[in-house]
């Protein structure tokens, strides 16, 4: 890692991504290729500003108050976050699957919101952002909603990262058709390991705005329950575009 910003925010987010289990320093100099005294130095400088606490010398650091009140006073993303939580809540209890939201911000998949019901599928979302756009369902449906410059961009960076690529999105030849095929459609869907995906369209006001997906083990994929998927996740984004949407009245 090159200047002290780097270095500092990768040992907050390694710290935030572990918990709740507290990081060694050590370990975490060594993960992050950092001088072991740097990371002695900024593991205390952060501790001091309460952004870390130390739970002991033999356990090691855990996030602090500062990153628990910075995130309440911020309010990232509020309104979504209102508009969405419930409505995942439901879904995901209704349906006994794993349901999200996610944005794209610089090229990188954030996930906003995130429920897990599923009895068959042990999913914890630990890092602030990925690099999967290509290998996920709310990550296709993201680049689907980009103009073709941005999404020939993020390929090239993400091949050029080694990130995983779907093997149907590998080749940039028809990829922006295929992706073109998806904002059409307003659905996507596809088996991925041991789990079917999909994802759905968020709107605000009329344009793109995020992308609700869902997970489900691929043993419980059939017909019956596709369809039922397909139709909770459809009012579901429906539902969540309405809240996010202006409502204009004629007096």
């Not at 910003?5 to 050590?26: M, N, Q």
């Not at 349906?95 to 999200?100: F, N, T």
Request: proline letters at 5%.
């Amino acid at each position: 890692m090159g200047n002290v910003i780097d270095k500092t925010f990768g040992i907050l987010e390694e710290i935030v991504s572990s918990s709740p289990e507290p990081c060694l320093p050590t370990p975490l100099a060594e993960k992050l290729n950092l001088n072991r005294a740097t990371c002695s130095r900024l593991l205390k400088q952060l501790t001091e500003m309460g952004y870390l606490l130390k739970v002991s010398r033999l356990q090691g650091y855990a996030p602090g108050p500062k990153l628990l009140t910075l995130n309440n006073i911020a309010g990232f993303e509020n309104d979504l976050l209102k508009a969405a939580g419930p409505v995942i809540d439901r879904c995901s209890e209704t349906l006994a699957c794993s349901v999200l939201i996610a944005r794209i911000y610089g090229r990188k998949r954030y996930v906003l919101y995130h429920r897990n019901c599923s009895p068959d599928l042990q999913i914890r979302i630990s890092r602030p952002c990925s690099d999967d756009l290509f290998s996920t369902a709310t990550g296709l449906m993201l680049l689907a909603h980009l103009p073709e410059e941005e999404v020939l961009a993020c390929f090239r960076e993400q091949k050029k990262l080694g990130a995983e690529i779907l093997p149907e999105y590998q080749s940039g030849k028809n990829l922006v058709r295929k992706l073109h095929g998806i904002s059409e459609q307003g659905f996507f869907d596809c088996g991925k390991g041991l789990q079917w995906i999909y994802a759905f369209p968020v709107f605000r006001n009329g344009s793109f705005y995020a992308a609700l997906g869902a997970s489900i083990h691929r043993d419980k994929h059939n017909a019956a329950y596709h369809r039922k998927i397909c139709k909770a996740l459809k009012q579901a984004a429906q539902e969540i575009s309405r809240s996010l949407s202006i409502q204009y009245t004629i007096a």
